[in-house]
């Protein structure tokens, strides 16, 4: 398996993180009914990663009340591009099977979209 640059991880990170905030609509905040209605719209990859980074981000900032916003999913990405993808690539050569076998089952389902945008020819940038 070829390696994976850690570039297109983010890209795909980003492009859910995307995905989450159009999916919370204009009030500016992202509930969990707003997540599951827009589910079942995206791919088999973006759906994968979009449900299990919306737990991660909503566990992560949890508070009574609390709602999730386009700050917090911010936020989650840049922490997840650090401890989640770039920790894993200590040689910064790109990530290799082995590196993403070590990696959260969120690093893991980052590396599956960006493999899956990059195989259709996608840039995951460019939504």
Do not use: C, W
Request: glycine share 6%.
């Amino acid at each position: 398996m070829a390696r994976i640059a850690k570039a297109d991880v983010n890209r795909a990170l980003e492009h859910v993180a995307k995905q989450l905030v159009t999916a919370g609509g204009a009030d500016g905040r992202i509930s969990r009914a707003d997540v599951q209605k827009a589910l079942p719209t995206l791919t088999k990859a973006e759906k994968k990663l979009a449900d299990i980074f919306f737990k991660f981000v909503d566990h992560r900032d949890f508070k009574a009340g609390a709602t999730v916003t386009s700050k917090d999913i911010d936020k989650a990405v840049a922490y997840a591009k650090k401890s989640l993808v770039a920790k894993y690539d200590l040689n910064t050569n790109g990530l290799s099977k082995d590196e993403i076998t070590k990696m959260s089952i969120t690093g893991q389902r980052a590396v599956e979209l960006a493999k899956a945008l990059k195989a259709a020819g996608v840039s995951a940038g460019a939504d």
